[in-house]
C-alpha cells in the first residue's frame, strides 16, 4: 500500500525539522528555522495548490542549501520528483553571494511552474518576516535592496499562481510608497 498523502507530509516535516535543528532566523528573537519551510508550504496550501510533491518540496526546499543534506539524500527518501524541484529553488553555494543573487534573477523565468510555486511562497514569506521585524545587524538600505531583489525574482514567476502574487503586490505597493 501506498504511503497517505498525511504521512508523507510528516515524515517530510520530520526529516526537516532535523535536518534544520541547529539553525535560527535571522529576527532578534531568534525564532526556530523550521518555521519557515513550513510557513512556506502552508502558503501554498492557503494558495490552493493541493500537489503533494509540491508541498514536500517547499518543507525541503532549504535542506540542500543550508544544511547538510546531499541530492541523493532527497533522491532515496522523496523520489525524483521532490529532489528535482528542490534542485531547481538551490542556490550554487560555490559561486559569491552577490554571483547567486543575479542568477536567480537570470534563471527564475526557465524555472518549471511548480519551482515557480515554491520560489513564489518562499519569496513572501521571507518578505512578510522583513515587514515584522528587521533582521539583526541589517539597516534600512539593506532592507530596501532585499525588497528590490525579490521584485526582479517574483518578475520572472508572474502568471504562476494569482493568490501568491497578490500577495506580493500588496506588499510591493506598500513598500513603493515608503521607498
Ligand atoms: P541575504 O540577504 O540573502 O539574507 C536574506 C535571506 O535570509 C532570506 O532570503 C532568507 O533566506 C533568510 N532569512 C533568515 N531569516 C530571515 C528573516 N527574519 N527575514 C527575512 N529573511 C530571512 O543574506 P546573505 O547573508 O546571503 O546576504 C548576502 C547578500 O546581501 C550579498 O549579496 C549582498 O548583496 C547583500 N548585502 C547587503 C548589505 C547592505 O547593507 N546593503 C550588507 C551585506 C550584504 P531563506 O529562505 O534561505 O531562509
Ligand atoms: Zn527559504
Given at each position: 500500500?501506498?504511503?497517505?498523502?498525511?504521512?508523507?507530509?510528516?515524515?517530510?516535516?520530520?526529516?526537516?525539522?532535523?535536518?534544520?535543528?541547529?539553525?535560527?532566523?535571522?529576527?532578534?528573537?531568534?525564532?526556530?528555522?523550521?518555521?519557515?519551510?513550513?510557513?512556506?508550504?502552508?502558503l501554498?496550501?492557503?494558495?490552493?495548490?493541493?500537489?503533494?510533491?509540491?508541498?514536500?518540496a517547499?518543507?525541503?526546499h532549504?535542506?540542500?542549501?543550508?544544511?547538510?543534506?546531499?541530492?541523493?539524500?532527497?533522491?532515496?527518501?522523496?523520489?525524483?520528483?521532490?529532489?528535482?524541484l528542490?534542485?531547481?529553488?538551490?542556490?550554487?553555494?560555490?559561486?559569491?553571494?552577490?554571483?547567486?543573487?543575479?542568477?536567480?534573477?537570470?534563471?527564475?523565468?526557465?524555472?518549471?511552474?511548480?519551482?515557480?510555486?515554491?520560489?513564489?511562497?518562499?519569496?513572501?514569506?521571507?518578505?512578510?518576516?522583513?515587514?515584522?521585524?528587521?533582521?539583526?545587524?541589517?539597516?534600512?538600505?539593506?532592507?530596501?535592496?532585499?525588497?528590490?531583489?525579490?521584485?526582479?525574482?517574483?518578475?520572472?514567476?508572474?502568471?504562476?499562481?494569482?493568490?501568491?502574487?497578490?500577495?506580493?503586490?500588496?506588499?510591493?505597493?506598500?513598500?513603493?510608497?515608503?521607498?
Open positions: 500500500v501506498s504511503e497517505s498523502a498525511v504521512a508523507a507530509i510528516l515524515r517530510c516535516v520530520n526529516f526537516s525539522a532535523i535536518k534544520h535543528r541547529k539553525q535560527r532566523r535571522k529576527d532578534p528573537q531568534q525564532t526556530p528555522y523550521i518555521n519557515h519551510p513550513i510557513g512556506v508550504a502552508y501554498l496550501v492557503e494558495a490552493g495548490v493541493k500537489d503533494v510533491d509540491v508541498l514536500q517547499a518543507l525541503l532549504d535542506t540542500v542549501e543550508d544544511t547538510d543534506t546531499s541530492p541523493q539524500e532527497l533522491l532515496d527518501a522523496f523520489g525524483p520528483r521532490v529532489a528535482g528542490v534542485a531547481e529553488v538551490t542556490d550554487d553555494k560555490s559561486l559569491p553571494s552577490k554571483e547567486r543573487k543575479r542568477l536567480q534573477i537570470v534563471h527564475a523565468a526557465d524555472a518549471s511552474h511548480e519551482a515557480k510555486l515554491v520560489k513564489l511562497a518562499d519569496k513572501l514569506y521571507n518578505l512578510r518576516d522583513l515587514e515584522r521585524c528587521t533582521p539583526v545587524g541589517w539597516t534600512d538600505t539593506r532592507v530596501k535592496e532585499y525588497f528590490k531583489w525579490a521584485a526582479q525574482v517574483v518578475a520572472g514567476c508572474r502568471g504562476t499562481n494569482a493568490y501568491l502574487e497578490g500577495e506580493l503586490d500588496k506588499l510591493f505597493m506598500k513598500w513603493n510608497k515608503e521607498l
